[in-house]
């Protein structure tokens, strides 16, 4: 049985006073057995939320990191420094960064190695774009970034990963790909992990949704037998939305 992951991405919103805040509401809600709640934060964040969700059963994530350990990287934070914080969780390869600050499946491999060596789990965001899935290419879209984001990895570091089924015109737009959708494709995904792995490591890798999910849409997604959880951006802002999204994982 995969434990079903809540994950809310809060892109860059929320100042050090506003994410305490929102954990202080959520502390004792978003917290229910059997679901595993976390929040992916920006880096300017991530100590005081550490220091937040001690007690709690709420897991903290990063939303990038750099795949070397130190270095002459203007800007860039570490695993290293990541493990050092306390960090559990790292988004990697979301389109957001694919499309704005040239993240490739070459540097999304890196980070995934990166991340198994400082001890952080990866949320690895894979999807198609619209005129992709218009051209009926979403399953190669999917193939092509899940081999290149699983390359090198052995069986125990694959079956630890966290998939991000998101298709990117889904994206903060308030179109979701229907539930019925998005299962079909994350049933694919995890068959390409059977023929790279097997099919024991495939059964163990969490692989959510992700695309406008919001508290009305959520179990719609969480009743598909292949969906695991979702990574949610603009309703995971909220305490109650967020608590309402964990209820219904
Ligand atoms: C995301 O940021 O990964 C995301 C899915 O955003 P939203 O839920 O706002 O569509």
Known sequence: MREPIIAGNWKMFKTVSEAQAFINEVKGRAEIDGVESVICAPFTNLPALVEAVKGT?????????HWEESGAFTGEISGAMLEDLGVNYVIIGHSERRAYFAETDETVNKKVHASFKYNLTPIVCVGEKLEEREAGQT??????QVNEAFRGLSKEQAAQVVVAYEPIWAIGTGKSSTAEDANEVITYIRE??????????ANHVRIQYGGSVKPNNVREYMNQLSIDGALVGGASLDPNSFTQLVEGA
């Open 57 to 65: 059963k709420i897991k903290v994530g990063a939303q990038n990191l």
């Open 192 to 201: 390409q992990l059977i023929a790279l792995f097997d099919v024991e490591t």
């Open 139 to 144: 399953k190669e879209v999917c193939k092509l």
